[in-house]
């Protein structure tokens, strides 16, 4: 299983970023897929959800700026953000995890905002 992420990059604050996150695995649209970021020197933290149906849940941080969704027919899922922030700054990665409950990561892609 590998998972793809690209679509990162530096912008100034209050542009726009898309990130893509393609799977190669069968089945996609069986797992739920999220988006988790990594800024420097801060854990771990889980942006975005979007279940093998319709349900989405957003980190407080990024609700109302960010949006996740998914093509299962391409197997990817995307996360638009809008209206980025310098402490939107991080690595981003993406994750699929099984109805078996395994998980898979993706490398992470860069996201840089400055003021």
């Known amino acids: 299983v590998q998972l793809q992420a690209s679509g990162g990059g530096s912008v100034k604050a209050g542009n726009s970023l898309r990130l893509s996150c393609t799977v190669s695995?069968?089945?996609?649209?069986?797992?739920?897929v999220s988006w988790h970021r990594q800024a420097p020197g801060k854990r771990r933290e889980q942006v975005a959800i979007?279940?093998?149906?319709?349900?989405?849940r957003y980190a407080d941080s990024v609700w109302g700026r960010f949006t996740i969704s998914r093509d299962n027919g391409k197997n990817t899922a995307y996360l638009q953000m809008n209206n980025l922030k310098p402490e939107d700054t991080a690595i981003y990665y993406c994750?699929?995890?099984?109805?078996?409950?395994?998980?898979?990561w993706g490398q992470g892609t860069q996201v840089t905002v400055s003021s």
């Open positions: 695995k069968s089945s996609f649209g069986r797992d739920d």
């Open positions: 979007h279940s093998s149906g319709t349900y989405t």
């Open positions: 994750m699929v995890r099984t109805p078996s409950h395994n998980d898979y």
